[in-house]
């Protein structure tokens, strides 16, 4: 992507691939650093992470801390 999302200013920033496959399934990795899946293929993990964009989108202030906190214990 060559282009800021709705919202960011400034340089662009590096982006990943989110969607990966490891030992014949496929899986996805959040912002803060969560690998979900697995999941049966590469179209339902991509499903499975827009899910998820969604689900933060909504989502208040205290559960996105939670997901932070889980994700620096991952890392």
Known sequence: MTSNRSGEY????????RVFQKNSYWYYT???GVDIG???SRVAAEAGA???VDFILSAGPSMI???EQYGKRAA
């Open 30 to 32: 959040t912002r803060e």
């Open 65 to 67: 801390a939670t997901l």
């Open 50 to 52: 827009e899910e998820f």
């Open 38 to 40: 697995p999941f049966d």
């Open 10 to 17: 400034g340089e662009v920033p590096v982006r990943n691939e």
